[in-house]
């Protein structure tokens, strides 16, 4: 999210419509180092000792134990960008949560629930058309007070869509940290995501979307400095482009989206420290750090520190029915 009215080179995005946090105190995870990168489209080099952790879930199975990989989605949930000027593009750029919630449903739109979108020729334009519905003010009302979706807008707004497309929902759910409330009937009061929650959202039918924070390490006071927020899509977990690895989540980002490219996040959970939000028109708001997992692999971000504090996951009904 930005400020109203500024353009900006670099995704730069407030934190109430896209957010993550977590810091260290013995030492936060290095700045350099573990940052897995980007791949291009088709899976990044998938070879079949990963693919065998990926088979889809039979219907009415409902594991409570993730694989050690899912892959076998990323190729085929978009990985739309939200400054794509096509079709009149969209209001602003801090269209990020409307971007990344419109990938999945445009994913479940082909795999059974096919009321989520438009079903013409043009999929780019059936994904613009929902992008920009999603962002209204009938459902996650995008930028009406901050710049972008914090989760207590986008939230409710998911559900509403699910409705007014004649669908019911086995889960919507939120696990994290925010300034700002989320509603009681989406809140886990789960504040640190937990990632075995994500893998297994993500192997079932339905969504997951992460908020991600980002700004200033301060060594000195331990102290994460969150000055800006993004969200993404996940669509698969255990692989870094490479190789299987336990602590790597895929997303799609609709910052760099447009072109079907999977960028690797690398999980570190952290010992201390403490959050502080440093947004305009936000509470001047600190928070235990501990346990949050700071993440490396968004190439845009490499200069930045960026952590998880957020997540929702969507399921749908039928596999665990």
């Given at each position: 999210?930005?400020?109203?009215?500024?353009?900006?080179?670099?995704?730069?995005?407030?934190?109430?419509?896209?957010?993550?946090?977590?810091?260290?105190?013995?030492?936060?995870?290095?700045?350099?180092?573990?940052?897995?990168?980007?791949?291009?489209?088709?899976?990044?080099?998938?070879?079949?000792?990963?693919?065998?952790?990926?088979?889809?879930?039979?219907?009415?199975?409902?594991?409570?134990?993730?694989?050690?990989?899912?892959?076998?989605?990323?190729?085929?949930?978009?990985?739309?960008?939200?400054?794509?000027?096509?079709?009149?593009?969209?209001?602003?750029?801090?269209?990020?949560?409307?971007?990344?919630?419109?990938?999945?449903?445009?994913?479940?739109?082909?795999?059974?629930?096919?009321?989520?979108?438009?079903?013409?020729?043009?999929?780019?334009?059936?994904?613009?058309?929902?992008?920009?519905?999603?962002?209204?003010?009938?459902?996650?009302?995008?930028?009406?007070?901050?710049?972008?979706?914090?989760?207590?807008?986008?939230?409710?707004?998911?559900?509403?869509?699910?409705?007014?497309?004649?669908?019911?929902?086995?889960?919507?759910?939120?696990?994290?940290?925010?300034?700002?409330?989320?509603?009681?009937?989406?809140?886990?009061?789960?504040?640190?995501?937990?990632?075995?929650?994500?893998?297994?959202?993500?192997?079932?039918?339905?969504?997951?979307?992460?908020?991600?924070?980002?700004?200033?390490?301060?060594?000195?006071?331990?102290r994460c400095r969150i000055t800006n927020g993004h969200w993404v899509t996940l669509v698969g977990h255990g692989w870094d482009g490479a190789q299987q690895d336990p602590d790597c989540l895929v997303v799609h980002d609709?910052?760099?989206?447009?072109?079907?490219?999977?960028?690797?996040?690398?999980?570190?959970?952290?010992?201390?420290?403490?959050?502080?939000?440093?947004?305009?028109?936000?509470?001047?708001?600190?928070?235990?750090?501990?346990?949050?997992?700071?993440?490396?692999?968004?190439?845009?971000?490499?200069?930045?520190?960026?952590?998880?504090?957020?997540?929702?996951?969507?399921?749908?009904?039928?596999?665990c029915s």
């Open positions: 999210m930005r400020e109203k009215g500024r353009r900006r080179a670099d995704p730069v995005l407030v934190l109430t419509g896209c957010l993550v946090a977590a810091c260290t105190g013995a030492g936060r995870a290095a700045n350099g180092g573990s940052a897995v990168g980007r791949s291009d489209a088709g899976g990044g080099g998938v070879t079949n000792a990963a693919a065998q952790g990926n088979a889809g879930n039979a219907s009415g199975s409902c594991s409570t134990t993730p694989k050690s990989s899912e892959i076998s989605q990323i190729a085929s949930i978009p990985d739309y960008g939200q400054n794509d000027t096509a079709y009149g593009g969209f209001v602003s750029g801090n269209y990020c949560g409307p971007t990344a919630v419109s990938n999945s449903y445009m994913w479940l739109s082909d795999h059974g629930f096919p009321n989520l979108a438009l079903r013409s020729d043009d999929r780019k334009k059936d994904q613009h058309d929902l992008i920009a519905a999603l962002g209204s003010p009938s459902y996650f009302d995008t930028n009406a007070v901050f710049d972008g979706t914090p989760p207590s807008s986008l939230l409710p707004g998911l559900k509403r869509y699910l409705v007014d497309k004649g669908y019911t929902h086995r889960r919507l759910e939120w696990q994290g940290w925010s300034p700002i409330a989320v509603p009681a009937e989406f809140d886990t009061r789960i504040q640190v995501p937990e990632l075995a929650w994500l893998k297994l959202g993500i192997e079932r039918t339905g969504g997951v979307w992460l908020l991600l924070a980002y700004g200033r390490y301060d060594s000195a006071n331990d609709p910052w760099t989206g447009g072109s079907l490219t999977h960028e690797y996040l690398r999980t570190r959970k952290l010992a201390s420290g403490q959050f502080s939000v440093e947004v305009s028109g936000l509470p001047n708001y600190t928070a235990s750090a501990a346990g949050y997992y700071e993440t490396r692999g968004l190439p845009w971000a490499s200069s930045y520190d960026m952590w998880l504090i957020g997540a929702i996951v969507l399921e749908m009904p039928g596999d």
